[in-house]
């Protein structure tokens, strides 16, 4: 086991997630060099350093993670986009794991799955204005009058809940804009993360799990995977000199 890779949980399912403190993760010249070619070139294209900070520390933490679960060095894993530009492991380790990065803030969640697609979101608490109005731009209806159900002093974060619940299922699905928010419909707090209803013709797939994910009071995190059933860990990814 190489510097800073990561020993698998024992007994750990066929999906997890990977909470991440970017604000933990420190960018040493050796961890540097695990950045590809392409990845350095994306990171000098953001004006904003702290955006630089997040993109570097959180693909740093990505092929940490990765490396612990294919036993290579975090340097050696390369990936390729596939046709719908969602990227996926390439090389030797081409359609060993399927695996999702999000961050937002100083948090970064990376999922993965084995042999099913899968999607994760997390969003920031913070100001949000209006989201009523956020909302009927971009809701299904029942998600629309959910929220308008909820107090004031709820409804931000039953919001986030919903955002990242939907923005995981499109990930995962790695469709993009070209699936419209509103062509399905997820539950919101406090019950649990579910998939209501898909238009007709939304999803490729029939069965899904949809989690939420606790991360604190600081943000709301949701998974989904493309298998009806399916379970998921969450972990924390152990910062400089800790260990799991």
Known sequence: MTAWQIAMPAGQPGTAVWHV??????????????????????????????????????HL??????????GRDPGDLCFDPAENGKPELGGPDRDRLRFNLSHSGSHALVAIADGTAIGVDVEVARPLG?????????????????????????RPMAFLACWTRKEAVVKALGTGLSLPLDSFEVTLPPGPATIRSWARGASPCHDWSLHHLDLGAEAVGAVAIARGGESCALYRLPSDGETL
């Open 21 to 58: 403190d970017l604000a933990a993760i420190r960018l040493t010249p050796a961890r540097a060099r695990w950045l590809s070619t392409d990845e350095q070139a994306r990171a000098a294209r953001f004006l904003r350093p702290q955006d630089r900070d997040r993109f570097v520390h959180s």
């Open 130 to 154: 209006d989201v009523m109005a956020i909302a009927r731009a971009h809701f299904h209806s029942g998600e629309i009058t959910t929220l308008a159900g909820r107090s004031a002093a709820e």
């Open 61 to 70: 933490a990505l092929r940490r993670i990765l490396s612990g679960y294919l």
